[in-house]
């Protein structure tokens, strides 16, 4: 590897970017997995299921089982990073990706395919535990500013994606599809190092040296090495307690937001919308544009402003964009709940409105791609 390194000049970037593309497809692979219901529920609960019709009660578990497991499995995960390393356990996403999508395909009951999502919730909480943190300790603050919203984008595009599949393909024929992207993401990861600052901190210094020597593509690493061994070495001095959070003052203010933010995404109801979006469009009363075609328009609307996202939070900042994100979320979820309360309690004829679940579906995706959708995870990263 010396020999193709160069012994100095200016860090090169491309390394860390295939690496964040890397553990990207990971990303993208979770997020077909979360929306998997939105084309799929609609399939179950006619009479020609694969499995035999379900209700929508029944449906409803398959949003409910993935946050249970993670709850469980996000502790035993983050306790595995810091002993099996953040390389291993990325690898190991790999794995409940697959195994998901060939129980959905071989399913033969409703029980069946709630074991799929219950694995699902696994490949969840590894994916949201690891793949930021990494991202976070082999990047430089430029590569990191600049490409710290692909996981997210990554994950929207799955939705995006599985949407578009599950629109024209039966289920079993869309699981297998998926099958393709964690196979592809198990071997792209092959040639990316575990995090330096995880070798320092079990005393593997050489490799830590290696690992970012490959990762700034460059063999002169000394003085960014000296700082991350100090760093960990005062970190390993001074350890943290639980009760540090709570007793430090800028500790206190970096949990409120973080725990704030987070909370403001999920109560948003983007999780609800994500899995019952298609579900939402097949109750519109105007059905010139089908429900398959509006919900990969909006998807592909939260996709491609995700991607904006980033300068755009750069330039208005980040609070500004938040307030914009929450109040135009309110407003789009109010106008859709003023229209489906009309129609279904008043009984006025809405046939020639019907295309406003659809406008305000895609207001409430862009605003939501403003600020709340990527905002947590860059706080977090």
């Avoid at 099996?84 to 060939?102: D, K, N």
């Avoid at 099958?179 to 995880?198: C, D, G, R, W």
């Avoid at 491609?304 to 750069?314: E, P």
């Amino acid at each position: 590897m010396e020999r193709v390194i160069p012994k100095s000049g200016r860090t090169k970037i491309f390394v860390q970017i295939y690496a964040i593309m890397a553990v990207s497809v990971g990303s993208f692979s979770t997020g077909a997995q979360f929306a998997w219901p939105s084309p799929s529920v609609p399939q179950l609960l006619l009479n020609t299921s694969y499995i035999g019709r379900i209700t929508m009660e029944q449906a409803s578990y398959f949003s409910i089982l993935p946050p249970i497991v993670v709850i469980i499995s996000s502790f035993f995960i983050g306790n595995a990073m810091r002993f099996i390393g953040r390389e291993y356990i990325m690898g190991f996403l790999a794995v409940p990706h697959v195994v998901h999508w060939i129980v959905i395909a071989n399913a033969t009951n409703l029980i069946t395919v709630y074991v799929a999502r219950a694995i699902s919730g696994v490949s969840d909480a590894i994916c949201y535990s690891t793949i930021a943190v990494y991202v976070g300790e082999i990047t430089t603050p430029h590569v990191r500013g600049t490409w710290g919203n692909s996981m997210m984008c990554a994950i929207l595009l799955g939705h995006l994606s599985v949407a578009a599949v599950g629109a024209y393909q039966d289920i079993v024929t869309t699981a297998y599809i998926f099958t393709v992207p964690p196979l592809l993401y198990a071997l792209l990861i092959i040639f990316i190092p575990e995090s330096p600052y995880f070798l320092i901190m079990t005393g593997r210094n050489e490799e830590a040296k290696i690992a970012l020597q490959w990762l700034r593509w460059q063999q002169n690493v000394d003085d960014e090495y000296l700082v991350l061994v100090k760093n960990v070495q005062e970190q390993v001095m001074a350890p943290g307690q639980f009760g540090d959070l709570f007793r430090d003052a800028v500790n206190r203010k970096a949990l409120l937001v973080n725990v704030g933010l987070r909370i403001c995404q999920q109560f948003s109801g983007f999780s609800a919308f994500v899995i019952y979006v298609q579900i939402i469009f097949e109750l519109a009363t105007d059905k010139s544009v089908s429900a398959e075609m509006s919900t990969v328009i909006v998807y592909s609307v939260l996709f491609l402003l995700s991607v904006l996202a980033t300068s755009a939070i750069t330039r208005c900042g980040r609070r500004t964009m938040l307030t914009i994100s929450s109040v135009g979320c309110s407003g789009s979820l109010l106008a859709n709940a003023v229209y489906f309360y009309i129609a279904d309690e008043t009984g006025a004829n809405l046939s020639q409105l019907g295309w406003l679940p659809l406008l305000f579906m895609a207001s409430y995706m862009a605003f939501l791609a403003t600020g709340l959708s990527p905002l947590p995870s860059l706080m977090t990263g």
